[in-house]
Nanobody, 122 residues
């Protein structure tokens, strides 16, 4: 059963940084585009970033541009989301998901993780 597991969520002060990880098992992440999503309390899930299978293409939601960076290490079967200059409005559960093909991100993801909680608060 293909599986994605996120980690790295924590309580952090405004202006701080976190690095989320997304580890894949039972399939090779190198064939998949990875999407990062988040869901704030009481709000719908929204896409944060997509990164192509090679890492050569990325896109970001406007509200994280210049602050968040997606990357991946296919040899480790893991993707990452570096989050800097965090704001209280970045609070939410962060999910990673995998899709076979760049064009499928963010609307047609094949596999989803269960999420990791990020709380930005003083």
């Amino acid at each position: 059963q293909p599986q994605l597991v996120e980690s790295g969520g924590a309580l952090v002060q405004p202006g701080g940084s976190l690095r989320l990880s997304c580890a894949a098992s039972q399939f090779s992440l190198g064939f998949y585009t990875i999407g990062w999503f988040r869901q704030a309390p009481g709000k719908e899930r929204e896409v944060v970033s997509c990164i192509s299978n090679s890492g050569g293409r990325t896109n970001y939601a406007d509200f994280v541009k210049g602050r968040f960076t997606a990357s991946r290490n296919n040899a480790q079967n893991t993707a990452f989301l570096q989050m800097n200059s965090l704001k209280p409005e970045d609070t939410g559960v962060y999910y990673c998901a995998a899709a076979q093909g760049w064009s499928k991100c963010p609307d047609e993801m094949d596999y989803w993780g269960k999420g990791t909680l990020v709380t930005v608060s003083a």
